[in-house]
């Protein structure tokens, strides 16, 4: 339905890379129109803080501060693990130097190379 890939400076680690990427997926999501979504991360650190009630005191609290409060303009949205090697199209995108001049951000289209990951990657596997 939609991908975007953001350009960010100074991430001091992958922690915190994921923890904004989170933010990403979720501003993309609302700007878009979505009421419920579910957010998938490879990172699960940053997965059980947002689903933690919880208020978080980590390098990443202000991000998480920040999903949690736009995630309260949907009707549903959940955050989920996924594990690293079924994230291929995350990765794909995120490492693919053709993207690399800047932000970049795609709706109802996906950029080359992608579909096929999808379908490779579809149904996930248990």
């Known amino acids: 339905?939609?991908?975007g890939r953001r350009v960010s400076h100074h991430i001091s680690s992958a922690f915190y890379a994921e923890a904004v990427a989170a933010l990403h997926a979720v501003t993309l999501l609302?700007?878009?129109?979505?009421r419920r979504a579910v957010v998938?991360?490879?990172?699960l650190a940053v997965i059980r803080k947002l689903r933690s009630p919880v208020d978080?005191?980590?390098e990443i609290s202000v991000i998480i501060h920040?999903?949690?409060a736009r995630s309260t303009e949907f009707e549903g949205i959940?955050?989920?693990h996924t594990f690293r090697?079924?994230?291929l199209v995350a990765h794909l995108i995120a490492g693919d130097v053709r993207f690399n001049s800047g932000d970049?951000?795609?709706v109802e289209e996906v950029p080359d190379g992608v579909t096929q990951a999808v379908q490779d990657d579809w149904p996930p596997q248990s």
């Open 1 to 3: 339905m939609g991908a």
């Open 30 to 34: 609302s700007d878009l129109g979505f």
């Open 40 to 43: 998938e991360g490879d990172s």
């Open 56 to 58: 978080d005191f980590s």
């Open 66 to 68: 920040d999903i949690k």
């Open 78 to 80: 959940s955050f989920q």
């Open 85 to 87: 090697p079924l994230n």
């Open 104 to 106: 970049r951000f795609w």
